[in-house]
């Protein structure tokens, strides 16, 4: 499904997420339309980069936001996996694994029982606490940043990952590092895959509704129906 985020709707749904299906949207618009294509904003999937690569080479390419603090937040998780199989007493184990909702929440959305857990993370376990830093500090930068700095400020976290994180964080900034401009234009452009994530909840709703559709063509035109855009006049009420 392609989105349009000036008017906040849907205007492309084809079966299949790959390059082809992406090509069947270029197509449709034709060099013309290409040519008035500015930005788009995708996740990393290998084969909508390479349609915009072959297709529309001039888009600027936005790196959603949220799929890239998802590679921290995996990272983040595979460290703290890694110290829970290495605790040495069944406490220890249970206590680490207790501090998944702490690590993957937002700060400022922490109790005080979660607040004393990091405290202790701090004191007593210093890779998972840095490796909770890490994932924080790559938040403040998209939260913080200006699009004059975006690019000093990321460079400087991926040193540090490079300097001292672990192997799922070395991993995670590599990917990052490869994206690095696209990483960046969210920061410059402010936009991200909000907009289609939010369609995508009211199809769920749309096929609950329906219990389903014999085929994607179905679908396909519930969509648009729904969530493209179009404003049909309610049939006039005559007065009893």
Same mark, same amino acid.
């Given at each position: 499904m392609v989105t349009d985020h000036d008017r906040g709707c849907a205007v492309w749904v084809v079966e299949g997420k790959d390059a082809a299906a992406l090509d069947s949207f270029f197509d449709a618009l034709g060099p013309d339309g290409i040519k008035a294509l500015e930005v788009a904003t995708i996740d990393m999937s290998g084969a909508f980069k390479k349609a915009f690569r072959e297709r529309?080479?001039?888009v600027e390419i936005v790196f959603d936001r949220?799929?890239?603090?998802? #590679?921290?937040?995996? !990272? #983040?998780?595979?460290?703290?996996?890694?110290?829970?199989?290495? !605790?040495?007493?069944?406490? @220890?184990?249970?206590?680490?694994k207790k501090t998944r909702f702490t690590l993957h929440r937002a700060p400022w959305k922490l109790d005080a029982v979660a607040r004393r857990k990091l405290d202790k #993370? @701090?004191?007593d376990n210093h890779p998972l606490y840095q490796a909770y830093l890490m994932k924080e500090s790559l938040a403040a930068i998209f939260?913080? !940043?200006?699009?004059e700095d975006i690019h000093l400020h990321l460079s400087g976290w991926l040193q540090w990952v490079e300097d001292a994180g672990s192997e799922p964080f070395l991993k995670a900034a590599n990917t990052i590092a490869e994206h690095f401009d696209?990483?960046?234009?969210?920061?410059?452009t402010g936009l991200?895959?909000?907009l289609a994530e939010g369609l995508n909840r009211k199809i769920r709703v749309v096929t609950s509704r329906a219990f389903?559709?014999?085929s994607a063509k179905s679908l396909m035109a519930m969509i648009m129906l729904c969530c493209g855009g179009i404003h049909l006049a309610w049939p006039h009420l005559f007065p009893m």
């Amino acid at each position: 499904m392609v989105t349009d985020h000036d008017r906040g709707c849907a205007v492309w749904v084809v079966e299949g997420k790959d390059a082809a299906a992406l090509d069947s949207f270029f197509d449709a618009l034709g060099p013309d339309g290409i040519k008035a294509l500015e930005v788009a904003t995708i996740d990393m999937s290998g084969a909508f980069k390479k349609a915009f690569r072959e297709r529309a080479p001039d888009v600027e390419i936005v790196f959603d936001r949220f799929h890239v603090q998802r #590679l921290v937040h995996d !990272a #983040l998780d595979e460290v703290r996996r890694s110290l829970v199989n290495a !605790a040495d007493t069944p406490d @220890e184990k249970t206590a680490l694994k207790k501090t998944r909702f702490t690590l993957h929440r937002a700060p400022w959305k922490l109790d005080a029982v979660a607040r004393r857990k990091l405290d202790k #993370l @701090e004191a007593d376990n210093h890779p998972l606490y840095q490796a909770y830093l890490m994932k924080e500090s790559l938040a403040a930068i998209f939260d913080m !940043a200006s699009p004059e700095d975006i690019h000093l400020h990321l460079s400087g976290w991926l040193q540090w990952v490079e300097d001292a994180g672990s192997e799922p964080f070395l991993k995670a900034a590599n990917t990052i590092a490869e994206h690095f401009d696209g990483v960046c234009a969210y920061v410059q452009t402010g936009l991200t895959n909000s907009l289609a994530e939010g369609l995508n909840r009211k199809i769920r709703v749309v096929t609950s509704r329906a219990f389903g559709f014999q085929s994607a063509k179905s679908l396909m035109a519930m969509i648009m129906l729904c969530c493209g855009g179009i404003h049909l006049a309610w049939p006039h009420l005559f007065p009893m």
